[in-house]
């Protein structure tokens, strides 16, 4: 299994950016799909999940301006942020949780100017 996260850039503060992460190779047994993001000199961190029957959750810091999706014909989850802030610069990594273990993506950069 394989992730590729693409999406990341430079944006105002205020603007919008999508992420995806598209998958590959035989998965079995999802359990979840995560969006993690590691600022710098900080710690990574959790942003949200989305599980097979389609709930989802968010770390409270980015409820409400973040949305995380998926298409399953495209085998890719997304990450909508909308009304970013500076304080979401970091970089952003994408993981799969099945029953046979996680598997992280190679992450992709998001910097928020103010």
């Known amino acids: 299994v394989q992730l590729q996260a693409s999406g990341g850039g430079l944006v105002q503060a205020g603007g919008s950016l999508r992420l995806s992460c598209a998958t590959s190779?035989?998965?079995?047994?999802?359990?979840?799909m995560r969006w993690y993001r590691q600022a710098p000199d900080k710690e990574r961190e959790w942003v949200a999940t989305i599980i097979p029957n389609g709930s989802v959750n968010y770390a409270d810091s980015v409820e409400g301006r973040f949305t995380i999706s998926r298409d399953s014909a495209k085998r890719t989850v997304y990450l909508q942020m909308n009304t970013l802030e500076p304080e979401d610069t970091a970089v952003y990594y994408c993981n799969i949780n099945t029953v046979y273990g996680s598997r992280w993506g190679q992450g992709t950069l998001v910097t928020v100017s103010s």
């Open positions: 190779g035989r998965i079995i047994g999802i359990k979840a």
